[in-house]
């Protein structure tokens, strides 16, 4: 019903930058909170960034100062800037939105199938 699409991963080298985008698309009526998960091979998978409607901004702290999280409300997009890469930012990133759909005003929480950021050095 709701399917989310990132783009942006890639291969960089420490220091440098990538920008990821999700699309959101399906029977949306609002969506609520976007937000952005990473997790790396053997890792459990831990909070990037959030974003609420109402702009409240929640920054992991291992990613505070040097991501930036946006979203466009209308396009139903949200985004993550990352600047100053390091090796440990390696991992697979997700979007994840939280909303309600148009038929019968359910709640949807869903995520994307992520995509691979890889920072060398």
């Known amino acids: 019903q709701v399917q989310l699409v990132e783009s942006g991963g890639g291969l960089v080298r420490t220091g440098e930058s990538l920008r990821l985008s999700c699309v959101a698309s399906?029977?949306?009526?609002?969506?609520?909170?976007m937000g952005w998960d990473r997790q790396a091979p053997g890792k459990q998978r831990e909070l990037v960034a959030t974003l609420t409607k109402d702009g409240r901004i929640n920054y992991g702290d291992s990613v505070k100062g040097r991501f930036t999280i946006s979203r466009d409300n209308a396009k139903n997009t949200v985004y993550l800037q990352m600047n100053n890469l390091k090796r440990g930012d390696t991992a697979v990133y997700y979007c994840n939105a939280v909303g309600y759909l148009r038929r019968g005003g359910e709640i949807f929480g869903s995520w994307g199938q992520g995509t691979q950021v890889t920072v060398s050095t």
């Open positions: 399906g029977s949306i009526f609002m969506i609520n909170d």
